[in-house]
């Protein structure tokens, strides 16, 4: 028996506890779940950028990885506009009293971060390695557009972060760990700015709403993964998820409808 997590167990991982995490997002008040809960998920979008990375290197086709994960990010667009529209009473932003199109667009995607990073990492990959000048200045106004991208998707600058330490520290648990604690304890310095305000509730209430500090908890699965590929390789396998997440959450708006 093989030792370690192969890339396939670690998908199936993260696919379990991303269900739960959306499951707690949606449901937890009317199932009395404790706050701490929103802790126990927190190193799936990690995790899955890690694997996408991972991927970036092992895939045969890179044409191909990135148009399934636009085609499932702007597949997943088009169901949240739809969701949106059907439940959202007005798009106008609490804080500015303005029109918002961001409220239109808003819900979970995390296809369409994922695209625009293995994109971004593609550039930068490529621009490291290309010697023409034309091409160096055409993919560094690439990545300057990918950026806001990013920054606008789900994760945001956390994503963007953890994504760039997996691709220049590939390959170094070490170097990963050290960036990675390293942006967990920022993360946490600022949940503790929060608080200390005195008007943004307990410590508890804080900690586990402003919880992406919890990122570190990726650690174990990092050092678990033993570079295998795993499964059998079938199409279905390839393909599961990019059918499986747009449904789970589909079902998961539907029933939220229908149980207000």
């Given at each position: 028996m093989?030792?370690?997590?192969?890339?396939?167990?670690?998908?199936?991982?993260?696919?379990?506890?991303?269900?739960?995490?959306?499951?707690n997002?949606n449901?937890?008040?009317?199932?009395?779940?404790?706050?701490?809960?929103?802790?126990v998920?927190?190193?799936?979008?990690?995790?899955?950028?890690?694997?996408m990375?991972?991927?970036?290197?092992?895939?045969?086709n890179?044409?191909?990885?990135?148009?399934?994960?636009l085609?499932?990010?702007?597949?997943?667009?088009?169901?949240?506009?739809?969701?949106n529209?059907?439940?959202t009473?007005?798009?106008?932003?609490?804080?500015?009293?303005?029109?918002?199109?961001?409220?239109?667009?808003?819900?979970n995607?995390?296809?369409?971060?994922?695209?625009?990073?293995?994109?971004?990492?593609?550039?930068?990959?490529?621009?490291?390695?290309?010697?023409?000048?034309?091409?160096?200045?055409?993919?560094?106004i690439?990545?300057?557009?990918?950026?806001p991208?990013?920054?606008?998707?789900?994760?945001?600058?956390?994503?963007?972060?953890?994504?760039?330490?997996?691709?220049?520290?590939?390959?170094?648990?070490?170097?990963i760990?050290i960036g990675?604690?390293?942006?967990?304890l920022?993360?946490?310095?600022?949940a503790?700015?929060?608080?200390?305000?005195?008007?943004?509730?307990?410590?508890y209430?804080?900690?586990?709403?402003d919880?992406?500090?919890?990122?570190?908890?990726?650690l174990p699965?990092?050092?678990?993964?033993?570079?295998?590929?795993?499964?059998?390789?079938?199409?279905?396998?390839?393909?599961?998820?990019?059918?499986f997440?747009?449904?789970?959450?589909?079902?998961?708006?539907?029933?939220?409808?229908i149980?207000?």
């Open positions: 093989e030792k370690g997590l192969t890339h396939y167990q670690l998908k199936w991982i993260g696919i379990v506890f991303m269900v739960f995490d959306h499951v997002t449901f937890g008040t009317q199932l009395h779940w404790p706050l701490w809960f929103s802790l998920a927190r190193f799936v979008a990690p995790l899955f950028v890690f694997m990375v991972e991927g970036f290197y092992y895939t045969r890179r044409k191909k990885y990135a148009s399934r994960l085609v499932g990010g702007f597949a997943m667009l088009m169901i949240n506009i739809i969701h529209f059907l439940t009473e007005s798009f106008t932003n609490p804080f500015t009293g303005q029109f918002d199109p961001f409220l239109i667009i808003q819900g995607n995390i296809f369409l971060t994922l695209a625009w990073l293995f994109l971004l990492i593609w550039s930068i990959d490529t621009l490291r390695k290309t010697k023409q000048l034309s091409q160096k200045i055409g993919l560094t690439a990545c300057l557009l990918l950026i991208l990013i920054l606008f998707s789900e994760g945001s600058i956390y994503e963007l972060v953890i994504g760039l330490i997996f691709y220049f520290f590939r390959g170094n648990l070490k170097r760990s990675i604690i390293a942006f967990s920022l993360l946490a310095l600022h503790y700015s929060t608080f200390s305000t005195g008007d943004s509730g307990t410590f209430q804080v900690f586990t709403f919880n992406e500090y919890m990122i570190f908890t990726v699965f990092l050092y678990a993964y033993n570079g295998k590929l795993g499964g059998n390789g079938s199409r279905f396998e390839k393909q599961f998820f990019y059918y997440y747009p449904l789970h959450l589909t079902i998961i708006y539907i029933v939220k409808a149980i207000g």
